[in-house]
């Protein structure tokens, strides 16, 4: 079996660490979403209707989240080459002189392009028990900080959805500071154009 390329490798886990946990419904579902509304407006169908623009959202976000690592794997690799022939455009490289300086050579120029490995594919070894427990608790060592992480990415994501909705029901409730003089400024008109458009909307929505 050949070995991974460098780019390969780096664009498995740029992928693994920020596209596979970044879609919406795996930070939060739908059911969860919804609880955020209060319960008279849970079953309103602009609630899913919200959830599907946000997920349409994540996505444009990871599309372009997963172009920039196509471009930064591309660059990197071509970096690589770069060095590779860097190496091999140093002074004497053109002789025919295939000694210790050379092979030095050929084996840094190796390490750049394939990794310490270099492009000898790796020997197959059995796991013996020992080696086995050692590897499945390093396993669950990135599996816990995974863990971590995306508990972290949730809860900032959950609470900036909170917000959101605590934002949305002030604006619907007409819940604005009012100024030294208890006038409402903005308030009525912002209160009646959102119920304007609230019934426009269900006016010409698609029922589920």
């Known amino acids: 079996m050949p070995p991974i390329s460098t780019a390969a490798m780096e664009d498995q886990i740029l992928k693994a660490y920020l596209l596979n946990p970044a879609s919406l419904p795996t930070i939060i579902t739908f059911e969860e979403f919804r609880d955020l509304f209060p319960s008279n407006q849970q079953s309103h169908p602009q609630v899913r209707l919200l959830y599907r ?5 994540r996505t444009v976000d990871t599309d ?12 990197g690799e071509h970096q690589r080459r770069e060095m590779y022939r860097a190496l091999h455009q140093q002074p004497n490289s ?5 000694g210790p300086l050379n092979g030095a050579k050929d084996v840094q120029a190796d390490e750049v392009m394939y990794g310490p490995t270099g492009s000898v594919p790796k020997r197959k070894k059995g796991h013996t028990k020992e080696s086995l427990f050692k590897e499945m608790e390093e396993t669950i060592r990135y599996l816990e900080v995974d863990a971590v992480v ?3 990415e949730a809860d ?9 909705v605590g934002g949305l029901s002030d604006l619907r409730y007409g819940k604005f500071a009012r100024n030294s003089n ?9 209160v009646k154009g959102l119920h304007g458009l609230e019934e426009a909307i269900n006016a010409n929505s698609v029922q589920p």
């Open 94 to 98: 053109n002789q025919q002189d295939h």
């Open 182 to 190: 208890g006038e409402t400024g903005v308030e009525a008109e912002v």
């Open 156 to 164: 900032k994501l959950l609470g900036q959805m909170r917000e959101t």
């Open 64 to 75: 372009l989240v997963e172009e920039n690592i196509a471009k930064e794997c591309q660059n």
């Open 150 to 152: 995306a508990k972290r």
């Open 53 to 57: 623009d946000l997920q349409f959202l």
